[in-house]
């Protein structure tokens, strides 16, 4: 059986200096799933992604992303890797000298060794898949409201077709409504096209409505990990922090009425309540 685990960290040891990032840091990511990574400010969330995207090296430890171990990688065999993952950076990471259609075609320019009107078409229909009008395509990305720009370095990071996502606050800065648009957006990417998808985020309505498993980190290493109903009833201090606040309880309850809207009035229950009978 092919092994189900695309991101596979062992006793991962991070250090600037004097100070320790991670300490044996363990974490296993599964094919397939809406993962996130959450903890406070220093917990070492983005530290992490960028030693997973091969950016930087941890001191020790291992990382295998998609069964291929990052220590001493070659450099053909990390440009190899990078096509088949793609990455969404926080604040896009566009480049303001080109249109959003040449942004997403770049990828492709680089990497392939397709015509200029195949690399347009296929970047045309990447930022359909991202939400956005074909119109958008021929703006620059200063044009943008926050939420096309979103979208538009997503489209960029699916270019390549790739196995698997990063995407590093996708929803910061958005408002309610553009944010729930980029939650359907991660949800229908995975099913559609059976992704796995890694994220960092402190947006906690999005935590409830998308992942499949959340890792809280601090004090170097992961404190809890499983979905977020089973984290909200675990004790330790960093998880408690996520649900104990306004926020925290606001979204919950929130992730609950969509799982369990109310009843009618004057009706009786619905299917969601309805005892389940022997046919």
């Given at each position: 059986?092919?092994?189900?685990?695309?991101?596979?960290?062992?006793?991962?040891?991070?250090?600037?200096?004097?100070?320790?990032?991670?300490?044996?840091?363990?974490?296993?990511?599964?094919?397939?799933?809406?993962?996130?990574?959450?903890?406070?400010?220093?917990?070492?969330?983005?530290?992490?992604?960028?030693?997973?995207?091969?950016?930087?090296?941890?001191?020790s430890g291992?990382?295998?992303?998609?069964?291929?171990?990052?220590?001493?990688?070659?450099?053909?065999?990390?440009?190899?890797?990078?096509?088949?993952?793609?990455?969404m950076f926080?604040?896009?990471?566009?480049?303001?000298?080109?249109?959003?259609?040449?942004?997403?075609?770049?990828?492709?320019?680089?990497?392939?060794?397709?015509?200029?009107?195949?690399?347009?078409?296929?970047?045309?229909?990447?930022?359909?898949?991202?939400?956005?009008?074909?119109?958008?395509?021929?703006?620059?990305?200063?044009?943008?409201?926050?939420?096309?720009?979103?979208?538009?370095?997503?489209?960029?990071?699916?270019?390549?077709?790739?196995?698997?996502?990063?995407?590093?606050?996708?929803?910061?800065?958005?408002?309610?409504?553009?944010?729930?648009?980029?939650?359907?957006?991660?949800?229908?990417?995975?099913?559609?096209?059976?992704?796995?998808?890694?994220?960092?985020?402190?947006?906690?309505?999005?935590?409830?409505?998308?992942t499949d498993?959340?890792?809280?980190?601090?004090?170097?290493?992961?404190?809890?990990?499983?979905?977020?109903?089973?984290?909200?009833?675990?004790?330790?201090?960093?998880?408690?922090?996520?649900?104990?606040?306004?926020?925290?309880?606001?979204?919950?309850?929130?992730?609950?009425?969509?799982?369990?809207?109310?009843?009618?009035?004057?009706?009786?229950?619905?299917?969601?309540?309805?005892?389940?009978?022997?046919?």
């Amino acid at each position: 059986m092919a092994n189900d685990n695309v991101i596979e960290l062992n006793q991962v040891a991070t250090r600037f200096g004097d100070h320790v990032v991670h300490a044996g840091l363990d974490l296993v990511v599964n094919r397939g799933e809406i993962f996130a990574l959450v903890g406070g400010s220093g917990s070492g969330k983005s530290t992490l992604l960028r030693e997973m995207i091969l950016l930087q090296q941890p001191d020790s430890g291992s990382i295998r992303i998609l069964g291929v171990d990052l220590r001493d990688i070659a450099a053909a065999d990390a440009m190899a890797l990078r096509r088949r993952w793609g990455v969404m950076f926080q604040q896009g990471g566009l480049f303001g000298s080109l249109t959003v259609l040449e942004n997403v075609g770049m990828p492709l320019r680089e990497h392939t060794g397709l015509d200029d009107r195949s690399i347009d078409e296929i970047a045309a229909w990447k930022l359909a898949l991202a939400g956005l009008k074909p119109e958008v395509g021929a703006q620059y990305p200063a044009q943008l409201s926050g939420g096309m720009m979103k979208r538009a370095s997503l489209a960029r990071a699916l270019a390549l077709d790739p196995e698997l996502l990063f995407l590093d606050e996708p929803t910061a800065g958005l408002d309610p409504d553009s944010a729930g648009e980029v939650d359907q957006l991660v949800r229908d990417l995975r099913d559609k096209f059976g992704l796995t998808i890694v994220m960092i985020t402190h947006d906690l309505d999005l935590l409830w409505q998308v992942t499949d498993r959340v890792a809280v980190l601090a004090v170097g290493k992961v404190q809890g990990i499983g979905a977020m109903a089973e984290l909200a009833v675990m004790s330790h201090p960093a998880i408690r922090k996520f649900f104990d606040g306004p926020r925290g309880r606001a979204a919950e309850a929130q992730a609950d009425t969509a799982s369990h809207p109310p009843l009618p009035k004057g009706g009786s229950p619905g299917p969601w309540r309805q005892p389940i009978t022997n046919p």
